[in-house]
């Protein structure tokens, strides 16, 4: 079948959205990608020429009574007609939205053309564009079980969130050899998501003092705008570690890992489970109806993460929660367990396997 995958604008969308479309490619159908006009997505799939991709223009919506509705209008409207168009030529059986408004005209296109549709919700807590794209699919897929109550008249089926292929495991010390990393060393991974995160980096910059006596080597995605910054602050502390503003082989840094501290979107979390990463979650504050403390919370019951919320951080209290994880291995390794049994089990597969069954019914109908 031809697929469409609208999958722009945070790397929460676009790598699970990238994992679908691999799946797909690999059995033989012919893939497009819908993404934003943002660098992180001309990023992203500079190294994957397999894939067509258009990009749509980058939607946030506002509030009703706020006059920027009159420009989200104008430019949902000019996203709608591109995809009309495109899908002229390209004549899509199946398209699928992976949240955010970068989503919504691809499926109301595909809808208007009658053709199957769907949505994949990744967090615990569906964001606003996904519960009113939801109308109009043939299933909702969920990467939580707990996100099925939010979508009461509609089908839903619990896939997982998708993994990219490439995120393989590969021999530790190797990995930390690549970053140039010493082996014999207790390794913590600090990320705040594709855009990197300016809480948690300056709250780890408040707590390198407290952290210079400990056997510890850190690996920091800082984000492009704090990178500088966070490399000076190990630098003076006398830290060693490997600072980046992005890396394209996220298989090495989780490898090379022993615990991480991230934010809690649903794709961080779904690859820190893979690799079986004992987690210090820090949810950004400011997510809609505060889904990341949601996601969060699962790990936290499940005993694979500790929740640290952004407005507690004060003092000395994560250099706290971080030598408690470093003084006690048994608890990381217990930790290290209970994530790799919230990992996704093939989940691209399932959302490839999903949208391969509602559209042979829809032939067959």
């Known amino acids: 079948m031809n697929a469409v995958i609208a999958c722009g604008g945070t790397g929460g969308h676009l790598f699970p959205g990238i994992a679908v479309a691999e799946v797909l490619h690999e059995r033989g159908h012919e893939v497009m990608l819908f993404v934003s006009e943002k660098e992180i997505d001309a990023l992203a799939l500079s190294t994957r020429s397999q894939f067509r991709f258009e990009k749509l223009p980058t939607i946030g919506f506002p ?12 430019r949902f409207n000019e996203s709608l007609a591109r995809c009309r ?3 002229q030529n390209f004549k899509p059986q199946a398209v699928l939205g992976m949240g955010g408004f970068t989503s919504t ?11 199957s549709t769907f949505i994949h919700e990744s ?19 969920l990467g939580f079980k707990e996100c099925a109550q939010f979508f009461p008249r509609v089908r839903t089926e619990v896939t997982g969130t998708p993994v990219r292929t490439e995120l393989k495991r590969i ?5 930390r050899q690549k970053l140039g990393l010493r082996h014999d060393r207790l390794t913590m991974l600090v990320m705040g998501g594709s855009q990197g995160a300016s809480g948690i980096n300056q709250a780890l910059i408040k707590a390198m003092p407290l952290l210079r006596d400990l056997p510890l080597q850190v690996v920091h995605l800082s984000g492009t705008r704090d990178e500088r910054l966070v490399a000076d602050n190990y630098q003076r502390e006398n830290l060693p570690a490997f600072v980046t503003c992005f890396h394209h082989q996220m298989e090495e840094i989780y490898s090379a890992a022993d615990f991480a501290i991230a934010r809690a979107g649903a794709a961080s979390l779904a690859e820190l489970a893979l690799f079986g990463l004992p987690s210090i979650l820090i949810p950004f504050p400011y997510a809609t109806d505060d889904h990341q403390t949601r996601n969060a919370e ?56 999903t949208m391969e069954k509602y559209t042979e019914h829809a032939k067959r109908a």
């Open 63 to 74: 509030s009703f009574y706020s006059p920027a509705i009159f420009g989200f209008l104008r």
């Open 85 to 87: 168009s495109i899908y």
């Open 105 to 115: 005209a691809p499926i109301l296109a595909g809808r208007l053309r009658g053709i």
């Open 123 to 141: 967090n615990a807590v569906p964001g606003r564009a996904n519960r009113l794209t939801a109308r109009m699919v043939r299933a909702v897929l």
């Open 171 to 175: 021999d530790r010390e190797l990995a």
């Open 298 to 353: 699962i790990f936290v019951r499940a005993g694979a993460a500790v929740l640290v919320k952004e407005s507690q951080i004060v003092d000395d209290s994560l250099a706290h929660k971080i030598r408690e994880l470093i003084e006690d291995r048994q608890k990381l390794r217990r930790m290290s367990e209970s994530a790799e049994h919230l990992a996704p089990k093939d989940a691209a597969n399932r959302v490839v396997a």
